[in-house]
């Protein structure tokens, strides 16, 4: 057999040679290299993609096959510098153990995108533009710069019914945005303010507290209808004007405090929203006097008065 040998430079550990067959190796006092591959030589079978190890003598070599394909090793296997692949590598039962401030490439020696412990007690995954969470090849939860999001809108909940968060921590001047600002919550120092929308609250009562301030809306001219959003005090600010209360449909538990600050000429009207719905059996209810003051609630029938200040006829 002509010998094929690669090279006999020093291999970490001792002298070892490493040689090439094109195909498979065979073992004994006839087999591939005998009475040449010393002990711990390796050969290559160039046909099957395969690295052996010669476990016994010079005389007999047994063959050992150490790796297959190039990156399957049955035992351990220690590097020192740098390592890259171009095809596959696949684990079995063993593990990958890197040292700490040393990377795992995921875009070539160098890249940006890299796997590693730079700190004890950490793990970083670092990306050049973002990084996303996949399951099943479909990506799930997308991290940019200053940005955790879903990948597709509405498309990731945070908790379930059954696994909930225990606590949300909002930062100063935070903002809760839903459906791209139709309606916001707002924080600015010992205030939360909504903005875009109306606050449901399904009927009950404070058990802790209670809310201390009203909005107060200005009307210097006639007022087709109140807006819901405006439900509060009503400060009627121009004398001889109408104002028209929405309609009582869909609106139960809405009130108006209507207060006359102008001087007297002839009165504020407060109208109901249509002939066919009334304010306590009447269409209209008109101020006698500066500062009368009148306050109505829809029912599920129409307007009622709860209570008043001076003459309403």
């Known amino acids: 057999m002509a010998f094929d040998l690669l090279n006999t430079s020093k291999i970490e550990g001792g002298l070892r040679r490493v040689w090439r067959n094109a195909g498979s190796l065979t073992d004994g006092a006839s087999g591939t290299y005998a009475g040449s591959a010393d002990p711990g030589d390796i050969c290559i079978d160039t046909t099957n993609k395969m690295i052996y190890v010669n476990t016994n003598t010079a005389a007999s070599p047994t063959w050992s096959q150490v790796v297959t394909g190039g990156v399957a090793f049955s035992g351990d296997l220690t590097i020192t510098g740098d390592i890259t692949l171009t095809g596959d590598i696949a684990l079995g039962t063993e593990d990958v153990s890197v040292a700490q401030g040393h990377m795992v490439y995921l875009d070539g020696q160098n890249g940006s995108e890299y796997l590693t412990s730079d700190a004890v007690g950490y793990a970083t995954l670092n990306a050049t533009t973002g990084i996303r969470l996949a399951l099943g090849g479909t990506a799930e939860v997308s991290l940019v710069a200053n940005n955790l999001s879903p990948t597709t809108s509405d498309g990731c909940a945070l908790g379930s019914g059954t696994l909930m968060w225990s606590d949300l921590f909002i930062a100063s001047a935070g903002v809760l945005n839903f459906n791209n600002s ?16 109306n606050l449901a609250v399904a009927a009950g009562q404070f058990v802790s507290g209670a809310p201390v301030k009203e909005l107060i809306t200005a009307k210097t001219a006639d007022t087709p ?25 869909g609106n139960t538990g809405l009130i108006y405090h209507i207060k006359t600050t102008a001087s007297f000429s002839a009165g504020v009207s407060v109208w109901s929203y249509s002939a066919s719905e009334l304010i306590d059996g009447a269409n209209s209810k008109t101020s006698g006097a500066q500062y009368d003051a009148l306050r109505v609630i829809a029912h599920s029938q129409g307007w009622h008065i709860l209570d008043k200040i001076g003459t309403w006829s």
């Open 182 to 197: 139709d309606v916001t919550i707002t924080h600015s120092s010992n205030t939360l303010t909504l903005a875009g929308g």
């Open 225 to 249: 209808a109140l807006l819901v959003a405006e439900s509060g005090v009503i400060d009627a600010q121009t004398d001889d004007i109408y104002l028209y209360l929405p309609t009582y449909v």
